[in-house]
């Protein structure tokens, strides 16, 4: 039963990502629908940001964590290698713990 289960979802999984591909030629959307799209994702991956930075089970984190996510960020912003602003917002926050 479950590895009937665990194949299903494989399947569906494979369909699923398969299904951009294949339909991307057949599905036309409006200029204004692809802006809204644009817009949707960058709104969701912000939420999720503030999400995780702001806290930590079921209360607020401690001033650390958004700072480093903030530190990151603007990294990330002015366009600093991945690695750099990963480790800055990283000290960051492991120095503002310390301290």
Known sequence: MIIAAMLA????TY???MSGPVLRTRVTFPASVEKLLDTSAVVLL???VAVTALTE???PA???RPVGV????VLAWRKAPFMVAVLAA???TALLRLL
């Open 46 to 48: 912000t939420s999720l």
């Open 57 to 59: 089970g079921s209360g």
């Open 62 to 64: 401690d001033v650390a």
């Open 90 to 92: 990283a000290a960051t």
């Open 15 to 17: 369909l699923l990502r």
């Open 70 to 73: 903030l530190v990151g960020g």
């Open 9 to 12: 979802l494989a399947v569906g």
